[in-house]
Each structure stands twice: as C-alpha cells, then as structure tokens.
C-alpha cells in the first residue's frame, strides 16, 4: 500500500461546531517537498456490511492543507471511521486512523447570531444562516408587568422575518434557540434584545 | 399534471421534410404503446398528459424521425415519474383591502384533466403538504418581504394607507426540487386613512 | 423531519433529505436497469396497502433487503454515486435501528399479511440475476419512500 519511506500523518481529530465537522491532523513536514493528503470515511453501514470499503472524502482526495471539511461526507447521525494519509509524487504513506469514530451528534452547538430590528411597528428578526439541516426557536415577549412569552419555529435563516405588530409603549424582547432534529439537539438560547415603537411610528 | 413530451428536430436534416412517430411505456407492463394521435406528426411536441394521468406509475417515452425512405433509432426519454416531477402551477390569488390591511385568498391549482366535464381535482388533494411562498412588495418604500404560508389566507396588517402593495405568490412541496412557477404579480393599492383628511 | 406510523410503532425520520440524495443519482440508476418491463416494488404490496400493525413488520424487512442485497451489490466505480449511496445506506441503517427498538418492545408484529408480501417481494427480486436485481430496486427506491410518506 505505498512506500513505507513516507511517514503519516499523526495526531487525528475531529473538531465539529455547528454541524461543520473539521478533521484535522498534524502535517507531514519534507524539506522543499510539497506533502498533499488523501482522506477517506466509512459510516457505520460500511463497517457493518461491506468493511473493506472506504469511500474518498469530497474535497479531500487529495488537500494539500492538513485539515479536511468533511461535513458533507458525514450525512447520518451514526459513527463514522475517518483516515488519511500523506502523497508525495507516486509514494503514499500508511494510512492512519482516527482512533475513535466519529458522530455528528456530537457536535457543539452555540446560539445563533440574531439581528432584531423594528420596521414601523413590526417587529422583524433575520437569524444566522446556519445551513438547511437548521431550524430556530424564537422566543418573544413584551417587557412589562404580566410577560407572556411567545414562541415561533422558523424553518431558516438569513431572511428577515416578521414576528409581531408592536403596540407603542413597552420594548419587545426576543431571543432564540437553534435546533438541530437530524441529532436531537438544540443550542443554548442567544441573549435576548429588546426594541421600543415610539409613539407615532409609520406603518409598515 | 400536464405531461407533454418535447424534442429537437435531428441536426443534418435542415430543409428536409421530416415527421415523428411516439410511443409510450409504463414502467413495469409487457409493451410499448402507441399514441395514435402522435405518428407521422410534422411538429416537435406529443401531450401524453393521458396516457400518464396515473401519477403513481412510472413511465418512458421514446420518439424516431421518418424522413423520405429513412427512420432514424428510437431516442427514449428517462423514467419519468409524474408524482415527483411535475410542476406545481401558482395558486390564484384574491385581494381585498382596506386603509391599513390586504387580505390575501389563494386557491391550489388544479389537476389537469383530459375532458372539462370530468370531476375537478385539487392539487392540494394530491399533495397535503401543499405550500405557499408568499411576496410581498410596497412600491413606494420599495421594501419586500416574504413569507411562507400553509393555510390558504393571509392578512397583512398594519400597512401604509393609500399605498400600492404587489402580491406573487409560489406553490411548492417540500421535497426535490422542481422547476418554480410565480404567480403573475397581482397589485392593490390600500384606501385613504378618513383619519389622516381631518388633521 | 417527518413521523412515520407503523401501528403501534412510531418513528421519525428525515424522508426529504433521503429523497433529494435519491434524486441526484436517480436518473443514472435508472439507466442501467435494463429491464424495464419488470417492477419488484409493486403497488399490490405497498405499504400503505398494509394493516397498519403489520407496516413496521414488512418496512422492517424491506430496509433489510436494501441494506443486506442493494446497497452491498450495486457496484460503481464514480465517487459521487458511490457517497450517496452511502449517504442513503447510513441512513436506512439509522430507520432500522429504530425499528429495531420497536421490534424489541413488541410493537413490530409480523403477521401473516406482511409476511405474504415480503415473500411476493422477495420472490419478484429473485427472479433477476443478484446485481440486476439491485439495480433495479435501487432504482425503485422513490416508491419506497412514497410508500413511507403515505404512513405519515
């Protein structure tokens, strides 16, 4: 499987925010020598029923950097066994394994972004733009004595989107949440950010 | 559900008269079939929105050029499956107003249907997770937003009196992709605030 | 995300992510199958066609055929097809886990109706040579999930 001059790439792993999962390893360094990788995964389906096959990652057959975005190869909330190895003209170093396998359900989810703004008395938010396996939990209220919250999931970000006509007099607090149904989870919730309708604002 | 099939004229036969012969295959049965009012036809078009009005099959069409002594091979379509593939036409839309609100009702489009007689049926009856994307547009502030709707009504509330709003709205079905298909944009223009005439 | 209702069994799966990966290998899976004339997944046995007590029983079993003898057999040699496949064998691996748990707290009965028609299924699939059977019922797979959605 290659010449055994080529060392390989040590140190694996996995960093995942957000459901971008990042592998990365420590780069195969050769004096005026350009080292490129080649990265390769198997899901659980693969390691179960057909283990001798491993199937070239997206981007990443070959990089040249020591870092590999494999968020489109991992597509199932299941573990997944990632490896790769270093390529120098026609010499290919051993594979190296990631020790543990890996699951997207693992990943680290934080509050999203959230940009609350008043068009004439309508209250509109435009959420972070997280991707499509994304959706947000918003959660709005108006700041006085009996707070009663309401909540709307919204299916995507990036859009502005209205939540509710404002009645002059008291702010309006919103915060959200994202979550993430493919993995069962959900981020904390974001800070929350108030806005006021002054007297006589124009209509929308 | 109107399933028309298309193609190019062959590319070597300028100026020759050539005419096309089409039939069809559905998925799974013994035989291709023929499609009477499509053989020996001079235009490049054959409707088969009939022949595939059953939207749970799957179905082939291959199409062969006659010209003087010759006919070419048959080309054939993919497999063509009318439930996942076709397009979902815009609902029609109905605007009442009033100073400050639009009301928006929208009605699915319909099936395509063969024969006018024949019963009427609902693209919501056949896709229940029918949706709505909805644009709304104030020509003055040249502001847009959008939003998407499930129900067939909508109340945009709390606009600017004595204002032209357009409306164009988009069937869709969460799912694959198909080909969108806006409404045309329909406008109104909100009533005069009695209000604001005695400051 | 969308419930499917297997009798007493419920689960919840992603059928639209499923369908649009299905859709971006579809019309090349389907070219390869070259006999046209012939359909495995019949509308005779459809899910949807089935006591609901007896859905989780024959899905259980048809995921097992995908998983056992279409996706292992379905030979390509271009990445792109070969990661979606992937991409629909993990995730066919993840509803069958689901449905193992329902099975393992009996609420995935396999009666005599699901029974028949797994057997009516499997004996159409046998009839084709191993490979061409799998690309056929590959190349079925948007009945499969048509038939699923309808038990939403």
């Known amino acids: 499987d290659g010449g055994e001059a080529l060392p390989a790439p040590q140190n694996l792993s996995v960093h995942s925010a957000n459901m971008k999962h990042l592998l990365m390893w420590s780069p195969v360094v050769l004096p005026r020598e350009t080292v490129y990788y080649s990265v390769e995964y198997q899901g659980e389906y693969e390691s179960l029923y057909t283990s001798h096959i491993w199937i070239p990652s997206k981007w990443c057959s070959p990089i040249e950097d020591a870092e590999c975005d494999v968020s489109d190869d991992i597509t199932a909330t299941v573990p997944y066994n990632l490896r790769v190895r270093a390529i120098l003209g026609s010499q290919t170093s051993a594979w190296s394994i990631l020790e543990q396998p890996f699951n997207r359900n693992s990943t680290i989810l934080t ?3 959230m940009e609350v703004s008043r068009n004439g008395f309508h209250l509109v938010i435009e959420l972070e733009d997280l991707g499509p396996q994304f959706e947000f939990l918003v959660v709005y209220w108006r700041r006085e004595l009996d707070t009663k919250e309401h909540a709307k999931v919204l299916r995507r970000g990036g859009i502005p989107v209205h939540l509710e006509t404002m009645e002059p007099g008291a ?11 493919a993995i069962g989870r959900n981020s904390a919730f974001s800070q929350a950010e108030c806005v006021e309708v002054q007297g006589e604002a124009l209509p929308l | 559900m109107k399933n028309v099939l298309h193609w190019n004229p062959p590319e070597n036969l300028q100026g020759v008269e050539v005419t096309y012969t089409v039939q069809y295959f559905i998925y799974g049965q013994k035989r291709w079939l023929n499609k009477p009012e499509c053989k020996n036809i001079s235009r490049t078009y054959c409707d088969l929105s009939d022949e595939t009005s059953d939207y749970e099959h799957q179905y082939y069409a291959k199409v062969k050029a006659i010209w003087e002594t010759n006919c070419s091979k048959w080309t054939e379509t993919g497999r063509f499956y009318p439930f996942l593939e076709t397009q979902i036409g815009p609902p029609e839309i109905a605007l009442t107003t009033d100073e400050k609100s639009i009301s928006i009702v929208l009605t699915a489009p319909d099936k395509w249907k063969s024969n006018p007689e024949d019963c009427t049926i609902s693209m919501r009856q056949i896709y229940s997770n029918l949706k709505y994307n909805v644009s709304i547009y104030n020509i003055k502030s040249k502001r847009m937003w959008s939003q998407c709707v499930t ?9 600017e009196p004595k204002t032209l709003y357009c409306v164009q ?10 080909p969108a298909q806006p409404s045309q944009k329909q406008c109104i223009s909100t009533l005069e605030d009695p209000t604001s005439a005695l400051k | 995300l969308q419930t499917l209702h297997l009798g007493s069994c419920v689960i919840i ?3 639209q992510k499923i369908q649009s990966e299905f859709s971006e290998i579809r019309d090349s899976v389907q070219a390869n199958d070259q006999n046209i004339d012939f359909r495995v997944l019949r509308n005779a046995g459809s899910l949807q066609d089935t006591e609901p007590s007896d859905r989780c029983c024959l899905l259980r079993h048809l995921l097992g ?10 030979q390509t040699s271009d990445h792109h097809t070969l990661r979606k496949i992937s991409s629909l064998a993990n995730s066919f691996l993840t509803i069958k886990k689901d449905l193992q748990l329902c099975h393992t707290y009996t609420t995935c009965h396999c009666g005599e109706e699901a029974t028949e028609k797994y057997r009516q299924i499997l004996s159409h699939f046998e009839q084709l040579e191993p490979q061409a059977a799998a690309v056929k019922v590959l190349g079925e797979l948007d009945i499969l999930l048509r038939w699923m959605k309808e038990t939403e």
């Open chain 2, 151 to 159: 129900n067939h009504t909508l109340v945009l509330s709390w606009l």
């Open chain 1, 171 to 181: 702010p309006y607090c919103v915060k959200a949440q994202a979550q993430v149904k």
């Open chain 3, 65 to 74: 055929l995908y998983l056992d003898r279409v996706f292992r057999n379905y």
């Open chain 3, 13 to 15: 799966t992603n059928l």
């Open chain 1, 111 to 113: 509050p999203p972004g």
């Open chain 2, 169 to 178: 709205v988009e069937s869709f079905v969460p799912g694959p992709l198909r």
